[in-house]
């Protein structure tokens, strides 16, 4: 990689950018295994868009019931 390419890497909005896209990798990640949503079991992309809500829900409600303890 050339300098330029290792000075932006060192500003602190390129590391904010890298962090968030860890985040977001790593919650995808947890949806896909805690909530079955690496496989679809409805056909088709509304089927899949379905699934891949109802998942969602799933994993916010968990978390408001968690908040609301």
Partial sequence: ???????LEQEPWYKDLQRFR???EAKIGLLKQKYGLN???FRGHSGTAV???FGILTHNLRRAA????
Avoid at 1 to 7: I, L, S
Avoid at 66 to 69: F, G, L
Wanted: cysteine-free.
């Fill in 1 to 7: 990689m050339n300098k330029r390419g290792t000075e």
């Fill in 22 to 24: 860890a985040a977001g």
């Fill in 39 to 41: 496989r679809s079991r």
């Fill in 51 to 53: 699934w891949v809500g």
């Fill in 66 to 69: 968690q908040v609301s303890k």
